[in-house]
């Protein structure tokens, strides 16, 4: 059964960090595709940033340079820590993990999400 926990967020002044974790079981974070995604009020979901498992990062515009994607293997945990937070960086954050199976059918990918985290940015 896979699991994601995510950890960290709270309530920081504008320029302020914070380092979100997500704690993964069921699944390797260095098998798949994890990623962050947060979604503020009356906005869509968006994706933040993600790690794939050979380790190549993207993020979204608006945060490269200041959010910095990455994973403990011995932990099986994946972090985004994120400095110089703005007030827009406001919303709940979500980690997911994309597992991709493959079989005699073909190759199917799941998606898993965790329950969120707040981060509010004061300004």
């Known amino acids: 059964q896979v699991r994601l926990v995510e950890s960290g967020g709270g309530l920081v002044q504008a320029g302020g960090s914070l380092r979100l974790s997500c704690a993964a079981s069921?699944?390797?974070?260095?098998?798949?595709?994890m990623s962050w995604y947060r979604r503020a009020p009356e906005l869509q979901r968006e994706l933040v940033a993600a790690?794939?498992?050979?380790?190549?990062?993207n993020y979204v515009d608006s945060v490269k340079g200041r959010f910095t994607i990455s994973r403990d293997n011995a932990k099986n945990t994946v972090y985004l820590q994120m400095n110089s937070l703005k007030p827009e960086d406001t919303a709940v954050y979500y980690c997911?993990?994309?597992?991709?199976?493959?079989?005699?059918?073909?190759?199917?990918?799941?998606?898993?999400w965790g329950q969120g985290t707040q981060v509010t940015v004061s300004s």
């Open positions: 069921g699944l390797g974070v260095s098998d798949n595709t």
């Open positions: 790690i794939a498992n050979l380790g190549s990062t």
């Open positions: 997911a993990a994309t597992v991709r199976r493959c079989s005699g059918n073909g190759c199917f990918e799941n998606v898993y």
